[in-house]
């Protein structure tokens, strides 16, 4: 196995390739564009069967590397930057570049960390529900400013009027945007998960969007622990403690569509409801309660995508309380 590992940024990739056991055989530098990349990836596809490609998640910059790599059939593998700053705080001392950098991927990749990106989970259905998500923040915050506008300043109508129009705008955007998202979402799978109480259409193309496939996931605890709504666990000499803390790794979309429906659920699911009480009768907080049934939502996601069946009621399941 031949590793190719890379630290990305918006105009080059400073990569390195190693061995199976992660050692530095050469450093290279090229530019981050789609013809150079593709150039590249058929020149070390010749040189070496066994390739496997992989860098740290960044915003969008290792997309077009990912992107290339997933048309040539080579494996990409997306490491977590939490693992890199711990495996650079670990190692590194005082000296930190891209190349050193780039070595730490070609390890972590050695060791089996980082997840394999498939064809689906390079498509654009992601940016694009993140981005109406975004934009229908916005919108919510400027409502609310226009409030308070039309209270300070209530004689100003032609400002009030132009705000209003802004709004207009936005919330087209949205609703064009997710339309888009809708069109390009899993008509079945999105079926499925609505099946589950507190999951409608918006917060099913989230799931759908954020997840990519459930089979990323060995359990449905991995699946919380992205979602980041796994808690914090301490160490201290040989115990481990559990505290109220989130680790908020992963994806805080995902997580918000959880807590979400969460929300909706503890109203009308009368399982939930009782579960989200029984949560409050024993001294949590709202929002612990509502986030222990959020771990409870994921894990009916979870069971419902894998089985490939819809929703049904069952009572509780001893080992989720």
């Known amino acids: 196995m031949t590793i190719m590992a890379f630290d990305v940024s918006k105009r080059e990739l400073v990569g390195v390739r190693a ?15 789609s013809d150079a990349i593709a150039l590249w990836l058929r020149s070390a596809q010749d040189r070496y069967p066994q390739l496997i ?17 997933g048309d040539m059939n080579i494996p990409f593998r ?11 705080r670990s190692t590194i001392r005082k000296r930190k570049t891209d190349k050193t950098d780039a070595a730490i991927i070609a390890k972590l990749i050695a060791n089996g960390e980082g997840t394999l990106l498939t064809p689906r989970s390079l498509d654009i259905l992601k940016p694009i529900n ?32 132009e705000i209003r129009a802004s709004l207009g705008m936005l919330q087209q ?43 990323r996931f060995k359990d449905a605890n991995k699946l919380v622990a992205y979602a980041g709504l796994d808690p914090r666990v301490r160490q201290s000499g040989v115990s481990l403690n559990r505290n109220t803390k989130l680790t908020k790794r992963g994806s805080p979309y995902l997580r918000q569509a959880a807590y979400i429906a969460a929300y909706i659920a503890a109203r ?47 009572g509780f399941i001893q080992s989720l309380s």
């Open 19 to 33: 061995d199976k056991n992660g050692t530095v055989k050469e450093e290279f530098v090229l530019p981050n564009e």
């Open 173 to 215: 955007t949205v609703k064009y945007m997710r339309a888009q998202v809708q069109k390009q979402t899993d008509p079945r799978l999105k079926k499925l998960l609505m099946t589950i109480p507190g999951i409608g259409e918006t917060i099913a193309a989230t799931l759908l969007a954020e997840i990519e496939t459930v089979e």
């Open 130 to 161: 993140r981005t109406a998500n975004s934009i229908n923040v916005l919108r919510k915050t400027l409502a609310a400013t226009l409030a308070h506008m039309q209270q300070v300043c209530p004689a100003e109508a032609r400002l009030h009027e």
């Open 78 to 88: 997306l490491i977590n930057p939490i693992l890199t700053k711990q495996f650079t």
């Open 53 to 69: 490609i992989g860098s740290e998640a960044t915003a969008e910059y290792h997309r077009e590397l990912a992107q290339r790599a």
């Open 268 to 314: 009308h699911d009368p399982e939930l409801k009782e579960y989200f009480e029984k949560k409050m009768r024993e001294g949590k907080r709202y929002k612990e309660a509502t986030v222990a049934t959020a771990r409870k939502i994921l894990y009916r996601v979870y069971a419902v995508w894998k089985r490939g069946t819809p929703y049904e009621q069952r």
